[in-house]
């Protein structure tokens, strides 16, 4: 029985929350989901709206989807974007403003707060539906047209920005700014503060420093008559619309439900943070499975997005540390404050503050006048809602094509280009209904046609059918494929391989299996060849697909005998590591997913070495119905192969020495099988890496029978003993589909 997952909760869906659930996601065992919670409906850019509330036709673009916040990451179907807000919080749990899966009360192993602050508007919006905001971005601009005089109150980055802005969009507008202080952002050196004014100097924004203004709304305040808005040196200013854009609010209001372990409040009482370690846990020691970051950790750090990030990636290497059963070690070291400021339209600049630690005394400063009227937002967009990673995929229609296309097309983060000799047969069309799947008509055999294939993918899949042109032939197309890629700049390699039966036998000549061994020393020439290139490279290896054995036209395929379902196979003593190919969908999405850690790997797979006696076992207990393994010497089992002397290529030539008869080289497919009982003899497997890599993969025959007798019910047909006795089983392989005919 399938164990539920545990939960990861984040709160707080903005830029340090996303940046969080993205390493996260890629770093989670499989036993862990991600649950974001976050009181919006959609992404909100915040570092656009100063300018959205100025500059119309644009603030639709503002708010982003988070449907897309896990595209790419390993079966990223397990994470969930939550709509709530944070009610309370307890030791092991939080309650929410309304129910989720039936309850406000969602359990935890690991809490993220990254709730952060909360600005006056238009520096965050007082709705969390995208429509009200941008109803409300609209009534801003509306704001800003009818006023001729405007006053903003607070020289953060807020209100620097909109002063420029504004006076930039509308330069016979009277603006003004009020700050308290006599520096505008002290937080960064004094350089920035010169920039500014004189940014200020050349647009003819007014600067009134060294006092505060009197205002008691967190809205833009304006009246049909102008406002007499009082300042504390006794001034006193006529203005159309005040805009406050000062100070912070931390968003922790639900911590203070949490009781602290000791005396400490969980909070710093002088500004309502929480109080965190360099682990950027709690500083409570009583809870160490709770984290913060970003603005609305009491780090010492700059309140920004960067920093932010850079906080996300210390949280997840401690929460995967503290679920492998290690020390949370990671510490965030704090940085010299940075940003980067718009100063109008196009001008801006990239500004750091001096790296003391280090010897510096003057900060850096880019200048730049390359911004544009939305702010490339379009750039945000295409970060956010991620931009799909093209693979060219040779063996698309085959068994093994399908179920790989499926798992890669099924949750996002990628688009394919398949080489099909023909668009429009039955298989290249339940491909087309995947989605964004784009087909090249040709051949394997023709390099115009792979160079056509790989121009301008990411990455490749290529499973040559060696049924179709031979071994002598797939060597020779196998290396053209990967040399191809690595001139047309693929930047990864996978490769569906079949075992090296012959060398893994230590070059015994009875287990020469001419399309296992063609596969598997190309696949060792592979992973040689990539010390040399930057192409990253990935064997996925299989075997027999436990399918073929309730398939028509396979080798392996049962009869019913005296009303008993019998594999007649000369299997002997031995054991077959089968390969279900509902997991090879998870498995290859998984190399492309996790390329750091793919890159180089051989991945060979299987179900488990499954005993034919097994197995007849097995499909009687999923069915109900008798079955039997009767083993069958290698001499009477090809009598029933009348094409057993033909070439295993059928578009290879007999003639030729290097082509092998199908009954020499499944002879040694069988003797490979009949030595690899029990997970010890020439073909072996790593089951515990395949547990680990995909915990639900199916484990036994039983299980495996017990879902297709499942489907066959769902869908209407009969059942598997009916369809074996009738002979109308389905034709798996696509060599049996196309009855060993077509060009290469």
């Avoid at 949490?258 to 909070?267: F, T, V």
């Avoid at 930057?534 to 396979?554: N, Q």
């Avoid at 003899?681 to 680990?692: H, M, N, P, T």
Wanted: proline content about 6%.
């Amino acid at each position: 029985m399938l164990q539920p997952l545990k939960n990861v909760i984040i709160l707080g869906g903005s830029y340090v929350g996303l940046a969080t659930a993205k390493e996260l996601a890629a770093a989670l065992p499989a036993s862990h989901r991600i649950l974001l919670v976050e009181p919006h409906s959609h992404f909100h850019h915040l570092f656009a709206f100063p300018r959205f509330s100025v500059v119309p036709k644009h603030e639709h673009k503002a708010f982003i989807p988070y449907t897309t916040a896990f595209v790419g990451s390993p079966n990223s179907s397990r994470h969930q974007v939550i709509q709530a807000r944070a009610q309370s919080l307890h030791r092991d749990s939080i309650v929410l403003d309304r129910d989720w899966q039936g309850s406000a009360e969602i359990p935890f192993d690991y809490l993220v707060v990254t709730t952060g602050t909360r600005l006056p508007a238009p520096g965050t919006m007082q709705h969390d539906d995208k429509p009200s905001s941008i109803k409300y971005l609209k009534t801003y601009q509306e704001s800003v047209i009818k006023a001729s005089s405007i006053v903003i109150v607070g020289g953060g980055a807020v209100g620097v920005q909109m002063a420029t802005d504004l006076k930039e969009f509308y330069p016979d507008k009277d603006i003004s700014l009020v700050h308290s202080r006599d520096h505008l952002m002290p937080l960064y050196h004094n350089k920035l503060d010169e920039i500014v004014k004189s940014r200020f100097g050349e647009l003819g924004v007014k600067l009134i420093t060294g006092t505060r203004a009197i205002v008691h709304s967190a809205s833009p305040v304006r009246n049909d008559a102008q406002i007499a808005l009082k300042l504390t040196d006794g001034r006193e200013l006529m203005t159309d619309l005040v805009i406050p854009a000062t100070g912070q609010t931390p968003n922790s209001g639900f911590v203070q439900t949490l009781e602290p372990s000791d005396n400490a409040p969980l909070l710093n009482p002088s500004n309502g943070f929480i109080k965190v370690r360099p682990t950027l846990q709690f500083k409570d020691s009583g809870y160490p499975n709770l984290f913060t970051a970003g603005d609305i950790a009491d780090t010492g750090a700059h309140k920004a997005a960067r920093p932010g990030a850079a906080q996300a990636q210390v949280v997840a290497r401690n929460i995967v540390a503290m679920i492998e059963g290690r020390d949370p070690v990671d510490e965030y070291s704090i940085s010299p404050p940075a940003i980067h400021l718009s100063l109008g339209l196009t001008k801006n600049m990239v500004f750091r503050n001096p790296n003391v630690a280090a010897g510096e005394t003057e900060p850096t400063v880019i200048m730049r006048d390359d911004g544009k009227e939305d702010m490339n937002i379009d750039s945000v967009w295409e970060r956010r809602v991620m931009t799909t990673r093209r693979i060219f995929v040779i063996g698309a229609t085959g068994a093994q094509g399908l179920p790989v296309c499926r798992g890669l097309t099924k949750e996002g983060g990628y688009s394919l280009r398949v080489l099909t000799r023909d668009s429009t047969s039955a298989r290249a069309q339940q491909l087309s209904k995947l989605g964004d799947v784009e087909f090249v008509e040709g051949t394997f055999a023709n390099e115009a046609d792979l160079r056509k294939g790989f121009a301008g993918c990411w990455g490749a899949f290529v499973n040559i059918d060696g049924f179709n042109c031979g071994e002598k032939a797939e060597t020779y197309w196998t290396i053209r494929s990967y040399e191809l890629a690595v001139e047309l700049g693929i930047k990864f390699f996978v490769f569906g391989n079949l075992d090296y039966g012959y060398k893994k036998s230590g070059y015994d000549p009875k287990f020469r299996c001419g399309h296992y061994d063609g596969k598997g020393r190309m696949a060792e020439w592979m992973l040689q060849q990539r010390k040399g290139n930057s192409m990253g490279v990935a064997i996925f290896t299989t075997g027999p697909y436990i399918e073929m054995t309730i398939s028509s036209k396979t080798i392996m395929t049962p009869q019913v005998e005296n009303g008993i379902v019998t594999w007649r196979v000369p299997l002997g003593g031995g054991a077959v590591p089968h390969v279900a190919l509902d997991d090879c969908e998870y498995y290859v999405r998984w190399l492309f997913d996790h390329p750091h850690r793919s890159d180089g790997m051989d991945l060979e797979v299987a179900i488990d070495h499954i005993h034919y006696a097994d197995l007849a076992i097995a499909f009687q207990k999923a069915t109900g119905n008798p079955a039997q393994y009767i083993d069958t010497p290698v001499d009477v089992y090809f009598d029933h192969f009348p094409i057993s002397q033909q070439p295993t290529g059928y578009n290879a030539d007999l003639t030729d020495p290097a082509t092998m008869s199908i009954k020499t080289n499944f002879s040694g497919f069988w003797n490979m099988w009949s030595h690899s009982a029990g997970n010890k003899g020439v073909i072996k497997r790593d089951y515990a890496l395949l547990d680990e890599i995909h915990p639900n993969r199916i484990r036994t025959a039983e299980e495996f029978f017990r879902r297709e007798e499942e489907k066959r019910q769902a869908s209407g047909l009969d059942g598997l003993f009916k369809s074996i006795q009738s002979k109308d089983l389905p034709s798996i392989l696509k060599l049996g589909e196309d009855n060993r005919k077509g060009r290469l």
